[in-house]
């Protein structure tokens, strides 16, 4: 589908949209849907395509958005990291902490090879105590089959190096391809995270 307009719609919103754009356009004359789309034709040959989160997609797409998950939330940056379950939008445990790293050192010497050692050492530091947060918060709950999904956001590197720990081999198979654009793992942004990652992505033709 050629570049357009596009939207992030969460479940409450999408129904009555796509409701909107059908009457403008004339109605739908054809509907195509896959594991991962859904995609709408109408009457006057305009064109939209959905993308809904947790693929496949099963059953009618509303339904499919409007349904109830536990799911889990790994944030990561370097220096800071929130781990959390959510049954819906509903927030029923959780952790955040943060650990100190220093940003880049831009002087050249020997001083710029000890403070880039200290920066390594203090990342390391940090995406460890990530991965114990997550070990804590979503480890069992992922062994015991009890979340649907795992949604990550932040820093894809940092995230990537704490999904190697052996502990969180369950967490990582649930996790959903879409990553999360999220500043600083706050509380207030984990809170946050379920208008992203129950939206629907709709691209317009």
Do not use: I, N
């Not at 939207?7 to 796509?18: A, D, K, N």
């Not at 809904?52 to 944030?75: I, Q």
């Not at 220096?79 to 379950?85: I, L, S």
């Amino acid at each position: 589908m050629a570049d357009g307009e596009r939207y992030e719609l969460p479940p409450e919103r999408l129904g009555r949209w796509l409701e909107r754009w059908a009457e403008e356009h004339g109605g739908v004359v054809d509907t195509v849907a896959s594991a991962r789309t859904v995609s709408y034709t109408a009457a006057d040959g305009a064109a939209v395509e959905c993308e809904p989160p947790f693929p496949p997609v099963e059953g009618e797409l509303l339904e499919h958005v409007a349904r109830e998950r536990a799911v889990g939330v790994l944030l990561v940056r370097l220096g800071g990291h929130a781990a959390g379950v959510f049954h819906g939008t509903r927030l029923v445990d959780s952790k955040v902490g943060a650990r100190e790293v220093h940003g880049r050192h831009r002087a050249g010497g020997s001083s710029s090879g000890r403070f880039a050692r200290r920066r390594a050492g203090q990342a390391r530091v940090a995406l460890r105590a990530a991965a114990d947060v997550a070990v804590r918060v979503l480890g069992a709950p992922a062994a015991a089959g009890e979340l649907d999904a795992v949604v990550l956001g932040g820093d894809r590197s940092a995230l990537a190096t704490v999904l190697e720990d052996v502990r969180l081999v369950r967490v990582r198979a649930l996790a959903v391809e879409r990553v999360l654009d999220v500043g600083d793992p706050r509380l207030r942004v984990l809170q946050a995270t379920p208008d992203a990652f129950r939206a629907t992505v709709v691209r317009v033709r």
